[in-house]
């Protein structure tokens, strides 16, 4: 593969006449990994869940309310969305768990076809809700609609998250900031099992969701590595890595990733929460993450925002005023095939469908990555891969994190490869 | 050289019904009418005769009201499920324009078609105007050489001859001319003073215009507004000017009269009359489009009274807008299994009963919308003020002004026109509790009254305020 362009195209990525490496058959999800990077950690896999069968790693949009930024589910289907994420707490506001329980399931509530996953809503508690405190019970928080005093418990969030029907729930669990040290991160690691054991308990609907506990531990190696060791003995379908994407340093982040994935059994998937930039997603699928979600690709693009391997466009500003290309002549949506920059310039800013233009392609670009990223695997050129897409985004100078992150697995962009390419590191995070 | 743009009007069936409910007893000639419109696109350098489409369109009919070139809230692929919709759109100018006259997007080396997203060798009618018709107060400021735009960086003033390059470089298929509206309250125009101005810089301004257009080689079909309400002597002064201007038949292509033009703030009735007086000494063959008014009542009363061919097509919109789906039907009603909401003409999905209602907008309805969503996920939508909430209403809400469209049509064409309209307007227009009419149909063409989608971004600036209170009605 010539081009950066040709890994992402749609199509067989490699799958067909494969038999799986190694398999976990829980009763809702069976994991099959087909194919392991002979350098790096990174595998590609496929995830049969009750409502689709999806390819890992993957990437998965985040629709809050039960949609997803004025997309119809018709249009996610074709921009080749496999899961979508939809938050438990807001939807538990509304419409409310007994419409779901009338609707059978936020599926049929919002007609979406394919898998689903939904958080604990404690997240939510924690980062809307100032006056969240946490006990042992559960979170209590201050109604926002009455101001009454009310309680998350694992059991409730299971119950709701029953009610949704999502193919992955999560388990409550008790969220640190990530910048928090000392004892209350460790306080929060062991509760945070004993939740996920009310939360195993609570579960009425085991062979049809699938319940993924979180790995907690903060930024402290011996804590997530005690909270890793536990959570894999208790055989769930899947694990999470939380706690993290808080503003910590991505070079603690990276390190608190690849400790994770390195403790989790190997034949299950590997969620990492809260992470969608394209360069976190090539470094975590290095390091052997499956699954990732954020709203950072659709909420960009209501600011006029579109994503690019080199970097995102702001088309709000003028100055693509007289830009007669499309965002991405590599890109294949229905947005590049029929609008160039200039177009999209006089509609953006003005009117929702400019924001919906600017979110099918950011939507179709993170799955294209992640094609690209599955495809490379398969064909076992993903070193080649990563070198190829660091060097069309961050040129000769890429972020430390990312050059320690790649070296850890075995990947020295210090060190030019056959092309002649090669990066010294700079000390900051890309900002762009 | 065969015009690229004709028109042909077929008479409709004679009625076994008397004519027009406006009085006019002084001519008993039917002036509503079935037309065809058709469109061949000048073939191009690249495409081969044979991808020459023609384009055609049976009138009464409507150019699809666009933002840049889109349906309101819907991407091409969404749009892609409407069906048999007019292969017409309307563009307005004034969304294009920034800093400067002549717009940025005119180096854009092909069409304005192709500009807008549409492949060379399939692209609609497309049809230039300057104004926003959803947008009804300004602040423009026009003066004898130029019109005003607002712009976000403020005035922006275009000349006919400024106009006549954008026309040279956008190459639209038809243009509407620039006219002097009067964006303004009733009073002042009745005052002559104002109408007469108007009246000559339209005068100026289209005359500027086609002096500029003059050596260009590739012209749009050119319609051409009315104006001069209220004063008589202005309005046949006008269609003095288009007659002069039209002498051989062959520059003007079709009439325009605007809300904020010749008819504005009048109730509909005397808006139609005026409309019709000046159409009747004007060339019959030639297409006739209403600008600003676009209710189904409206739609239905001026195809009657004053044989208008095209709309604008805002309605949906502004339906939409609020947070609801139509429901009204020109016809036989018997059939529809909620009468009680067929005659309220639209329902709010706002409104609490909603919450677990599991049925489409409307029973029967085929649209994209009604075939996969319910009432309660709409109504879901509008309470987490989620923008898809309005991208399945417009769907649901075109569709249905699109049948209105082909209900009208048909039933011109098998004589039921008259008898349809009479049960249409028993069934939409209701005495009030003050004893004057209520027009069921015309609630929703304002923002004010209604809770306003928390989707719309430009809000109350839309739809905003009519010229006067009554004007949307013929009270």
Redesign the interface.
């Known amino acids: 593969m010539s081009a950066l362009s040709d890994y992402g195209r749609p199509g067989d990525e490699g799958y067909e006449n494969r038999t799986p490496l190694f398999e976990s058959n829980s009763p809702a999800l069976k994991f099959k990994v087909y194919a392991k990077c002979s350098t790096t950690k990174a595998r590609a896999s496929t995830m049969v869940l009750p409502h689709y069968t999806a390819r890992t790693p993957m990437f998965m949009p985040v629709g809050t309310m039960g949609t997803m930024k004025g997309i119809t589910t018709k249009q996610l289907e074709e921009l080749d969305c496999h899961v979508i994420l939809g938050n438990t707490y807001h939807l538990g506001n509304r419409p409310g768990k007994d419409l779901l329980d009338k609707a059978g399931g936020l599926h049929k509530f919002m007609n979406w076809s394919r898998g689903m996953l939904t958080d604990s809503g404690g997240f939510q508690m924690v980062s809307l809700l100032k006056l969240a405190k946490i006990t042992e019970e559960g979170v209590e928080f201050r109604n926002p609609h009455d101001d009454s005093l009310m309680m998350l418990t694992p059991e409730m969030s299971i119950e709701l998250q029953n009610s949704i029907g999502a193919d992955i729930m999560m388990q409550l669990d008790d969220v640190v900031s990530s910048l928090t040290t000392g004892p209350r991160v460790e306080e929060a690691m062991h509760r945070s099992i004993r939740w996920l054991d009310r939360c195993i308990a609570a579960h009425k609907n085991p062979d049809r969701q699938n319940l993924f506990p979180i790995v907690q531990g903060g930024l402290d190696i011996k804590l997530r590595t005690c909270s890793a060791r536990a959570l894999s003995e208790r055989d769930s379908p899947g694990y999470a890595i939380g706690g993290l994407s808080g503003g910590e340093a991505k070079d603690q982040f990276w390190r608190m990733v690849s400790l994770s994935t390195d403790i989790l059994p190997e034949n299950k998937p590997r969620y990492c929460m809260g992470v969608g930039y394209a360069e976190d997603l090539v470094v975590c699928s290095a390091l052997g993450v499956d699954m990732y979600d954020c709203v950072f690709p659709t909420r960009t693009a209501r600011f006029g925002n579109a994503l690019t391997m080199s970097g995102s466009l702001s088309l709000k500003s003028g100055k693509y005023a007289k830009d007669f290309t499309p965002i991405s002549k590599d890109c294949d949506c229905p947005t590049c095939k029929t609008y160039t920059r200039a177009y999209l310039t006089t509609v953006v800013a003005k009117e929702n469908v400019g924001c919906h233009l600017i979110s099918v392609h950011n939507i179709a670009f993170q799955m294209q990555l992640m094609r690209s990223i599955r495809r490379a695997i398969l064909h076992d050129d993903f070193p080649n891969f990563v070198r190829r897409f660091m060097s069309i985004r961050f040129g000769n100078t890429v972020p430390l994190w990312i050059i320690n992150a790649l070296k850890s697995v075995n990947i020295d962009l210090t060190v030019a490869d056959e092309s002649g390419y090669l990066a010294t590191s700079i000390d900051s995070d890309f900002k762009k | 050289m065969t015009k690229a743009l004709t028109f042909t009007v077929q008479n409709p069936q004679p009625s076994n019904l008397s004519t027009g409910s406006n009085g006019d007893s002084q001519s008993p000639k039917q002036k509503c009418r079935l037309g065809q419109l058709e469109f061949t696109p000048p073939t191009t350098t690249t495409a081969t005769t044979t991808d020459t489409t023609k384009i055609s369109l049976e009138t009464p009919n409507f150019f699809q009201y666009t933002?840049?070139g889109?349906?309101?809230?819907?991407?091409?692929?969404?749009a892609s499920?409407l069906e048999s919709m007019p292969p017409a759109i309307r563009v307005n100018l004034e969304?294009?324009v920034?800093d400067r006259e002549i717009p940025?997007?005119t180096?854009?080396?092909g069409k304005l078609h192709q500009?807008?997203?549409y492949p060379e060798n399939n692209s609609p009618l497309l049809l230039l105007d300057i104004y926003d018709p959803v947008i009804l107060e300004r602040n423009i400021k026009p003066n004898s050489k130029s019109l005003g735009v607002d712009t976000e960086g403020g005035l922006q003033r275009i000349t006919g001859k400024g106009l006549a390059k954008i026309v040279e470089k956008y190459r639209p298929d038809i243009f509407v001319l620039p006219a002097d509206y009067v964006f303004s309250k009733i009073e002042e125009l009745y005052e002559g003073k104002r109408v007469k101005k108007s009246v000559e810089r339209t005068k100026n301004w289209i005359t500027e215009y086609m002096d500029t257009s003059l050596s260009q080689s590739q012209k749009p079909a050119l319609f051409v507004p009315l104006t001069g309400a209220p004063n008589e002597t202005l309005r046949e002064a006008s269609v003095n000017f288009v007659k002069e201007l039209d002498a051989d038949g062959n520059v003007i292509d079709g009439y325009v009269i605007s809300e904020y033009g010749i008819v504005g703030g009048y109730p509909l009735e005397k808006k139609l009359d005026m409309a019709w007086s000046s159409f009747s000494s004007l060339d019959q063959n030639k297409p006739r489009y209403m600008v600003g008014v676009s209710s189904p009542h409206d739609v239905v009363m001026s195809v009657d009274s004053a044989g208008i061919d095209l709309f604008d097509a805002t309605y949906p919109y502004a339906v939409t807008e609020q947070g609801f789906a139509s429901t009204y039907v020109f016809g036989d009603i018997s059939v529809e299994s909620r009468k009680d909401e067929t005659l309220k003409g639209h329902i709010s999905l706002w409104e609490t009963p909603m919450?677990?209602d599991?049925g489409p907008l409307v029973p029967g309805c085929t649209c994209?919308a009604c075939q996969?969503?319910?009432r309660?996920?709409v109504h879901?939508?509008l309470?987490?003020h989620?923008?898809?909430a309005?991208?399945?209403l417009q769907i649901h809400n075109i569709h249905w002004y699109n049948n209105l469209f082909k209900a009208v049509r048909s039933s011109l064409k098998d004589g039921s026109f008259n008898e349809k309209k009479c049960a249409f307007l028993k069934n939409y227009v209701k005495q009030g509790e003050d004893g004057n009419a209520k027009y069921l149909l015309n609630e929703l063409i304002l923002l004010q009254s209604q809770t306003i989608s928390p989707?719309t971004?430009?809000g109350y600036k839309k739809f905003g305020r009519r010229l006067s209170e009554d004007s949307a009605t013929t009270a």
């Not at chain 2, 889109?70 to 969404?78: G, N």
């Open positions: 933002i840049q889109l349906q309101p809230h819907l991407v091409p692929e969404v499920h969304g294009f920034k940025v997007s180096e854009y080396p500009f807008l997203g919450f677990g599991f994209f996969r969503h319910t309660s996920y879901h939508l309470m987490t989620e923008m898809l309005t991208v399945l989707t971004k430009a």
